[in-house]
């Protein structure tokens, strides 16, 4: 296969390329800052919750999901730590994020900080 001049420059331009992700990674970051917390959309996504737990906005309740996302937190660093092929870095960074806002929503101290 013959290159051309103008396939090559295609081809070796890391610039563009650079130039590029960081405009999509500034989108990104910009729109997660943006997005509110909605816990009735986003928790079923990360936990398997039922209805009315997810309905229930007193202390009680509130400490019952923190509960849940500390386990899962847990699990998720295992796996991470063991390099079990299901980590998924994606899962353990919105489960942090969400265990984060969790615990400034109901005003609970996290376990183990003093």
Known sequence: MVH??????????PRYRRAACAALNRDVSSRKLLRSYDRRIELPRILPLWPHELADESLEGRRNIVGKLRRALRAERRRGIAGHWTYDLARHAE????????????GLSPIGRR
């Not at 001049?5 to 081809?11: I, N, P, S």
């Not at 489960?95 to 109901?106: D, G, P, Q, T, V």
């Open 95 to 106: 489960l942090l994020r969400i265990y984060r806002l969790e615990l400034a929503s109901s």
């Open 4 to 13: 051309t001049k103008k396939t090559q420059a295609h081809r070796h331009a």
